[in-house]
Nanobody
């Protein structure tokens, strides 16, 4: 079965950087799948962060544009999120998602906590 496992979260000071990874397994390749990052802060709805299409074209939420970079390495079935200039407002559980079917993501990871201190 497909599994998505996030890593790279942690505690960082405002202005710092983190790089999240999402390792996909359970299929020979995910190169044809849309992959995305979402986040959920305490007491808030889950929100879209960034998506990367099979052709590598990304789209970002306005709140992270210019600070975050999404990428993928199809040879490793892994997606990344480079997060720079972090602020306390970026504190959340970050989850990766993959495989759009019927307009919804089929596979989700468990999430990794990102905490940004002021």
């Amino acid at each position: 079965q497909v599994q998505l496992i996030e890593s790279g979260g942690g505690l960082v000071q405002a202005g710092g950087s983190l790089r999240l990874s999402c390792a996909a397994s359970g299929r020979s390749t995910f190169r044809d799948e849309v992959m995305a990052w979402y986040r959920q802060a305490p007491g808030k709805e889950r929100e879209f962060v960034a998506v990367i299409r099979p052709n590598g074209i990304p789209t970002y939420a306005d709140s992270v544009k210019g600070r975050f970079t999404i990428s993928r390495d199809n040879s490793k079935n892994t997606m990344y999120l480079q997060m720079n200039s972090l602020s306390p407002e970026d504190t959340a559980v970050y989850s990766c998602a993959a495989g759009v079917r019927g307009g919804q993501y089929v596979w989700w990871g468990q999430g990794t906590q990102v905490t940004v201190s002021s």
